[in-house]
């Protein structure tokens, strides 16, 4: 049986020595880390997402504050507010969630983002600082699956890895901190050839393509790591959706070790989004 890494666990684990982080910090005389999140419209599955942030940074102890934006907020009143914040030195933290309405330019809002606020690391000096191994702020899903990863197996040096999906959020962040940690990656897409028989020489399988149980029992050998990103939901029992993610969960059962869906990846996410805060607020404050 596989062992079942617990990411609720882990990411608690996180939480902790965040909120101890953060009291170390404003009892050594320095500002409490800051967190804005800008929501534009009222899309509600972003609500829920704000929300869930908000609430987690209570939890720690860094201090949020929320903008929401109606849906007609022009590009140029974002991008301004955007500029007042990265000037501001209570925030150390600016997180735009998205999908914005189609009127907006999210790689440009992206952008606009001081990369040394920029706690989702999606700006390109943060994305090109973690792909030359010089620091930078990593993003915080790739970022979770390293660290679920290293619950298992703390050193990953000489492992050979395959990445399954290669989008700018995920997969490729994902190949290149298993590549910083001494991986042989294998990048694969939906162009790859054989990936069945790719998967099988794999010591790590991280999947992240969005097709529901797409890795089957018999691509994963004996003893293997499967890190599982999907989320997809499906019709259950009762008419209600349950979740299920991109590996077959119960065929993997002789892999060393498992995350869940949920429950394995998906918790680790805000508490790596917690802990880039608290990153960036000592940066700031050095
Ligand atoms: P994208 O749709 O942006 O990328 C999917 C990737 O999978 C693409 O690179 C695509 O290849 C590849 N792919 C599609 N079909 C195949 C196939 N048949 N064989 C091999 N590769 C294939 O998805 P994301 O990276 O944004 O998300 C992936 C999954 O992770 C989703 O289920 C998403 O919900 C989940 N997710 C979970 C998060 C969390 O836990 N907090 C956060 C973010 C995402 P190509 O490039 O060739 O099209």
Redesign the pocket.
């Known amino acids: 049986m596989a062992e079942r890494i617990d990411g609720r666990a882990v990411a608690r684990s996180l939480d902790e020595t965040t909120k101890s982080e953060v009291e170390a910090m404003v009892a050594g005389g320095m500002t409490r880390p800051g967190l804005t999140v800008i929501l534009v419209g009222d899309d509600p599955a972003s609500d829920v997402y704000v929300s869930h942030k908000v609430t987690a940074c209570a939890r720690v102890g860094i201090r949020s504050t929320e903008h929401r934006l109606p849906a007609e907020t022009s590009e140029d009143e974002l991008l301004g507010l955007i500029a007042r914040l990265n000037a501001s030195e209570h925030v150390h933290g600016i997180l735009c969630q998205v999908p914005l309405p189609g009127h907006i330019d999210a790689r440009k809002v992206l952008e606009a983002i001081d990369p040394a606020k920029d706690v989702d690391g999606f700006h390109p000096v943060n994305v090109g600082r973690l792909s030359t191994g010089t620091g930078g702020i990593w993003p915080?899903?790739p970022f979770?699956c390293i660290k679920l990863l290293q619950t298992v197996q703390p050193d990953l040096t000489g492992m050979d890895a395959l990445v399954?999906?290669?989008?700018?959020?995920?997969?490729k962040p994902v190949a290149m901190m298993l590549t910083a940690q001494g991986c042989t990656v294998t990048l694969?897409?939906?162009?790859?050839r054989d990936?069945p028989g790719k998967a099988r020489q794999a010591d790590i399988i991280v999947?992240?393509?969005?097709?529901p149980e797409?890795v089957k029992g018999d691509w994963v050998k004996p003893g293997a790591i499967v890190i599982d990103?999907?989320?997809?939901r499906q019709p259950g029992e009762n008419g209600k959706d349950r979740l299920v993610?991109?590996v077959a969960f119960a065929e993997v059962q002789h892999a060393r070790a498992v995350t869940p869906v949920p429950g394995?990846?998906?918790p680790?996410?805000i508490a790596v989004l917690l802990a880039n805060t608290v990153q960036a607020a000592r940066a700031w404050q050095k």
């Open positions: 915080c899903t979770g399954i999906g290669r989008s700018n959020i995920v997969g694969a897409h939906s162009k790859t990936l999947a992240a393509t969005g097709i797409m990103v999907g989320i997809n993610g991109d394995g990846v998906g680790m996410t």
